[in-house]
T-cell receptor, first 113, second 114 residues
Framework: EAQVTQNPRYLITVTGKKLTVTCSQNMNHEYMSWYRQDPGLGLRQIYYSMNVEVTDKGDVPEGYKVSRKEKRNFPLILESPSPNQTSLYFC????????????FGPGTRLTVL | AQKITQTQPGMFVQEKEAVTLDCTYDTSDQSYGLFWYKQPSSGEMIFLIYQGSYDEQNATEGRYSLNFQKARKSANLVISASQLGDSAMYFCVDNAGNNRKLIWGLGTSLAVNP
């Protein structure tokens, strides 16, 4: 089944404790992206990647890191999480850019205490 | 700056009736595309329909159709024969620009009444 998977789905952590949210797609998509969703602010892009080893900042990259060592994986790293990073996070992928539909993972609900 | 405006924070519709969700976009690009996504209360993001700026005809996907008026920069989603399962948040999204970022509206919350 073609899908985007994210893990964990739910995470409660404390300020400053490094964490990684994994994202994997099995559709051989080139484009992958991370978003956060906050009430009243909609979805905002954190980082995106056009292909392996090619990443770029989105609208709200501060406090986040990403890597794209393999085509299928695009982990999101929070080196020192803070409470303002409490949010719902989505990973998405698409075949390319432009007309290609982005397929979303199920979301990761993160709470930073 | 590119922007998507969804002017209806919340909408109600009776089951089996049609409903239109408004979306206006602001882009100076010649080539762009508009998507609609649905987010039910369970949280997942579901692709519904896509309209390219050069598409001659309005896009349709089952009960979903897009009323695309290029001159007015509007791309309204029409849901025909509403079902209870259509109750969800709906987002209009623009992929205009060379910066490879999607621009999201703030969404419209649709409630379908039995």
């Amino acid at each position: 089944e073609a899908q985007v998977t994210q893990n964990p789905r739910y995470l409660i952590t404390v300020t400053g404790k490094k964490l990684t949210v994994t994202c994997s797609q099995n559709m051989n998509h080139e484009y992958m992206s991370w978003y956060r969703q906050d009430p009243g602010l909609g979805l905002r892009q954190i980082y995106y990647s056009m292909n392996v080893e090619v990443t770029d900042k989105g609208d709200v990259p501060e406090g986040y890191k990403v890597s794209r060592k393999e085509k299928r994986n695009f982990p999101l790293i929070l080196e020192s999480p803070s409470p303002n990073q409490t949010s719902l996070y989505f990973c998405a992928s698409s075949l390319g850019w432009g007309t290609d539909t982005q397929y979303f993972g199920p979301g990761t609900r993160l709470t930073v205490l | 700056a590119q922007k998507i405006t969804q002017t209806q924070p919340g909408m109600f519709v009776q089951e089996k009736e049609a409903v239109t969700l408004d979306c206006t976009y602001d882009t100076s690009d010649q080539s762009y595309g508009l998507f609609w996504y649905k987010q039910p209360s369970s949280g997942e993001m579901i692709f519904l329909i896509y309209q390219g700026s050069y598409d001659e005809q309005n896009a349709t996907e089952g009960r979903y159709s897009l009323n695309f008026q290029k001159a007015r920069k509007s791309a309204n989603l029409v849901i025909s024969a509403s079902q209870l399962g259509d109750s969800a948040m709906y987002f209009c999204v623009d992929n205009a620009g060379n910066n490879r970022k999607l621009i999201w509206g703030l969404g419209t919350s649709l409630a379908v009444n039995p």
